[in-house]
């Protein structure tokens, strides 16, 4: 308790609140239920008297799907053909929470949900407890950003698994479009990696350096063979890699939001004002992340004065800040109107039905139904897609902005020397103070604010690569 204090009481009054309330109410759930209509695929009975044929016919061919039980029925999937350009048109419902229940991914999506607002709710709360007691970023291990950890690894292993779906199908073209992801991101990395600091601001050389000057002390205390830290390079070659799976796992939910942003769009074609915010959400990640570069950002806010001589608009602090919120709510916008586009793709259903109208020739009636029930059967797999890069977008700028604002970095004392007429409790202390100082606060700033820049930005160029793809080539 002495290093938790009020933060363990917190998480554990928070935590168990939320997993009571959970059943009644749930973020999630409101998501994907609040107001979001789902088309029903016409039944054999509707079909038939669509296309004028008789409700029994003996002559329609019949399809025997054999189930081997105890009791060894069989069961009889009714078949028969109808005209393609058959005038049908689809009833839609509300979607409840009960349909979705055997969907695919429906409980990943609901669990990542529910515990994202639970971290969201312990981050707030220890912040505001930061400001009555400062010494939890200081003298104490900060909680809050352990929650944000364990978000953003989450998410990034619910993407990690969708990826694997796509891998494990019979389409090769899936496999080879995730590798291309993979190499390609890793090439801009590294190549984004080379660029010098005083163009791209992530102040990974900074943080280093003073990660290397603590890990070089410790090496001189505890007597290692040791005498200098690694290079650099290391840190930004396994950075590179990490940057590279992200950009793979990244790639279809990227492609998936561009496709529900199209049929969004034609969809709100008559509505000039949901058509700016569409456009406005998507191709915000272009300023943002130009905020990371300096010479197009900080040269904006400096203007010059009679005497040629530049005066700031804006000090580097209070940018620093302004960034670092945009990027949040650049993030709560994107949810904020993500119902939208899961509408969208349930509309989609429509789109299929006049696709169907447009053709020659004939369907079955499985066909139909399978296309337009596979709308609704993919919507939670649809919305982790463009939930799951946001949330971990979201939680890299909440950790930023902790790093940013509280924390500093703890330097061991030149005169720690762990004499051994010390009490124990003084070197206990010494001891804590000599390994937090590895935790160099610095070092993890910078690389929170490249991932949050790097996910943001592979994002933004994987939807761009899918619309391009959809609006044009497919």
């Known amino acids: 308790m002495v290093l938790l204090g009020f933060q363990f009481v917190i998480t554990l009054t928070v935590a168990l ?37 008789p ?9 025997r799907n054999k189930q081997t039980d105890n009791n060894q029925t069989d069961h009889q999937i009714e078949t028969f053909t109808i005209p393609c350009n058959l005038d049908i048109t689809l009833e839609c419902t509300k ?28 981050y707030v709360l220890i912040e505001l407890v930061g400001i009555w007691r400062p010494q939890i970023y200081t003298s104490e291990f900060n909680i809050g950003l352990v929650w944000c950890c364990m978000v953003a690894f989450f998410a990034l292993k619910e993407l990690t698994m969708l990826t694997a779906a796509y891998w494990r199908s019979d389409d090769s073209g899936e496999r080879s479009m995730t590798v291309a992801f993979g190499f390609f991101f890793f090439i801009m990395a590294m190549g984004i990696l080379l660029i010098d600091e005083r163009f791209l601001d992530f102040k ?55 496709n529900m942003h199209l049929d969004a769009l034609f969809f709100q074609q008559y509505n000039p004002v949901m058509k700016f915010m569409l456009h406005l959400t998507f191709f915000s990640p272009i300023p943002m992340c130009l905020l990371w570069i300096l010479p197009l950002s900080k040269d904006l806010f400096v203007i010059k004065t009679k005497d040629n001589k ?66 609704f059967y993919y919507l939670s797999a649809a919305a982790l897609q463009y939930v799951a890069p946001i949330i971990l977008m979201l939680f890299f700028g909440m950790m930023m902005r902790t790093l940013t604002y509280n924390m500093s970095d703890v330097t061991p004392q030149s005169n720690i020397f762990f004499a051994s007429n010390s009490t124990e409790n003084q070197q206990r202390k010494e001891y804590a103070q000599l390994i937090r100082s590895l935790f160099s606060v610095k070092l993890f700033n910078a690389v ?25 080539l497919s």
């Open 17 to 53: 609140l939320l997993q009571k309330l959970s059943p009644f109410y749930s973020f999630a759930r409101w998501i994907m239920c609040s107001n979001l209509y789902r088309y029903l695929h016409p039944s054999n009975e509707q079909l038939k008297a669509m296309a004028g044929k």
């Open 204 to 258: 990974l050389e900074k943080g280093y350096e003073h990660f290397s000057a603590n890990l070089e002390n410790v090496y001189e205390k505890f007597n290692f063979n040791v005498k200098t830290a690694p290079s650099i390079w290391s840190i930004k070659i396994v950075l590179a890699l990490v940057s590279a799976f992200v950009g793979a796992v990244i790639g279809f939910p990227g492609i998936r939001y561009a």
């Open 95 to 122: 979607v409840e929470e009960v349909d979705l229940y055997s969907q695919y991914k429906y409980q990943d999506f609901r669990w990542l949900i529910d515990f994202a607002v639970c971290a969201v709710v312990v």
């Open 448 to 472: 929170c604010s490249y991932l949050a820049w790097w996910t943001l930005a592979s994002y933004f160029f994987t939807s761009c690569f899918g619309m391009v793809y959809l609006k044009f």
């Open 310 to 375: 530049p005066t700031k608009l804006i000090s580097d602090e209070n940018f620093l800040y302004l960034r670092i919120h945009l990027f949040i709510l650049i993030c709560l916008v994107r949810l904020v109107t993500s119902r939208q586009l899961l509408q969208a793709h349930l509309n989609t259903a429509t789109q299929k039905i006049a696709k169907f109208k447009k053709e020659t020739g004939r369907i079955t009636n499985i066909e139909l139904q399978r296309t337009v029930a596979r709308v």
């Open 55 to 63: 409700a029994h016919n003996n002559k329609q061919g019949k399809k």
